[in-house]
């Protein structure tokens, strides 16, 4: 059993816990515990919003969700002899929703989960022209796998990964951060949502921070949205058990941090909350490499190493995009964002004729664990993308035939009222 280094109690928000977690990115964010290279820890987390979303069917909290508090991050983990220049070694040993004796309860993770379209001027998603509004589906948990009540006919294993952890950034990096993204904002200030996130005092958590140090982690602490060079938000679904990832170290002791973790989702995590999002916990090995940043050239973000504990799936049914806007007709020069935003949009107009609503196909492709990939970027002018969507996880027969699709009424998801 590994040493359980951070605790949470699932009743309460992370504010209350005996140690609070933070959710601001800032080297003044006092380490909460200190562990040794070797050692094998394990790590509970909260759901990412502190539990503002819940198991109901309405998406008025999706809606009215608020993000300063977001992401209630779990540490730092302060790890004795890393000094800046090193690699912080992190095997991921296992992980997953929230374990006894809080399996059950109102809190994400504790039994089931839920994926979110957040509106679109409360941080949209990928497709946030095309679903503005706010949508919720609730997903349970059965061992492995999962179903949701508002998204019937499917049923999969997820891939089970944190979404977000890294290491604390230097006074230095934290500065270049803040500098760039506001140089970004500057281009377009009235964008709707905002291209970034600027550094912001209210609903600031700095973990075990006081006076000063608390108050210089609300004015700077960066938001913790965005993956940058420290890690953070990469939301990559194959970051899971058997993974081992090679952090930049910035400061002494490291300062890993981490939570929002997921029980499934699609390679885009394309709703924004796009996950089957959860508490829960994640088991840790660590260690170091001394210099290893220089060493291995490691020096703008992490590199890891996949683990190989997955579903594994016989046939996908595969949608492809190009860089065309097919509403104006423009095209694009070797735009992959553009051309996986068409794919993703093929899809759910393809599942449409099956008799999901466009909430639910755009809730499913960012929660199942479908694969997303880059076909194409060098045949001008259009880039090449395309979606995987494994055919086994719908009760029904999914692919094209001479007899057409059969359509029935699949409900609806959770909407705001």
């Known amino acids: ?85 090193d690699l912080l070694v992190v095997d991921i040993l296992d992980l997953g929703p929230v374990q ?34 706010a949508y919720k589906a609730i997903w349970d948990f ?43 904002i500057e281009t377009d200030p009235e964008r709707v949502p905002p291209l970034a996130l600027p550094p912001l005092p209210d609903n600031t958590l700095a973990g075990l921070a006081q006076g000063d140090a608390a108050q210089s982690v609300a004015q700077d602490g960066a938001r913790t949205v965005p993956a940058r060079e420290n890690g953070g938000n990469h939301d990559i679904k194959n970051f899971t058990r058997g993974s081992r990832v090679f952090y930049p170290v910035h400061v002494p002791e490291a300062k890993l941090s981490g939570g929002d973790l997921h029980f499934s989702q699609g ?9 089957i999002e959860m508490g829960g916990f994640i088991d840790f090995h660590v260690d170091l490499i001394k210099g290893g940043m220089e060493t291995y050239a490691v ?4 590199v890891f190493i996949p683990g190989n504990v997955e579903p594994r799936f016989a046939e996908y049914l595969t949608f492809i995009g190009v860089s065309v806007d097919r509403e104006t007709d423009e095209n694009y020069y070797l735009d992959a964002t553009v051309a996986y935003r068409r794919a993703c949009l093929n899809a759910v ?13 755009y809730l499913l492709l960012g929660s199942a664990p479908l694969e997303g990939r880059i076909s194409g970027v060098v045949d001008i002018p259009n880039a090449c993308c395309s979606l ?20 029935k009424d699949r409900g609806q998801v959770a909407m705001s009222s």
């Open 1 to 85: 059993m590994p040493d359980v280094v951070f605790t949470v109690d699932q009743s309460k928000s992370m504010r209350d816990q005996a140690v609070p977690g933070h959710n601001r990115w800032h080297p003044d964010v006092p380490s909460a515990v200190m562990v040794r290279p070797g050692q094998m820890i394990r790590v509970e987390c909260r759901e990412w919003t502190d539990g503002q979303i819940g198991n109901n069917d309405s998406a008025n909290d999706v809606r009215d969700v608020d993000l300063t508090h977001a992401h209630m991050l779990s540490g730092p983990i302060g790890v004795e002899g890393a000094e800046p220049g």
């Open 100 to 133: 006894p004796p809080q399996e059950y309860g109102d809190a994400p993770g504790q039994g089931w989960g839920y994926t979110g379209i957040f509106a679109k001027e409360n941080g949209g998603g990928f497709l946030t022209d095309y679903f503005p509004q």
């Open 142 to 184: 059965q061992g492995q796998s999962c179903t949701s009540r508002h998204i019937p006919g499917v049923r999969y294993t997820g891939i089970t990964h944190p979404g977000l952890f890294g290491t604390a950034p230097s006074a230095e990096l934290l500065s270049r951060w803040n500098a760039r993204e506001r140089a970004l």
């Open 267 to 275: 390679d885009g995590e394309i709703t924004f909350c796009g996950a």
């Open 299 to 302: 020096t703008t973000n992490p």
């Open 349 to 361: 107009e393809y599942l449409k004729k099956f008799g999901y609503s466009g909430e639910q196909a």
């Open 388 to 407: 995987y969507l494994p055919t086994a996880i719908f009760d029904f027969d999914l692919k094209p035939s001479a007899t057409g699709p059969v359509t």
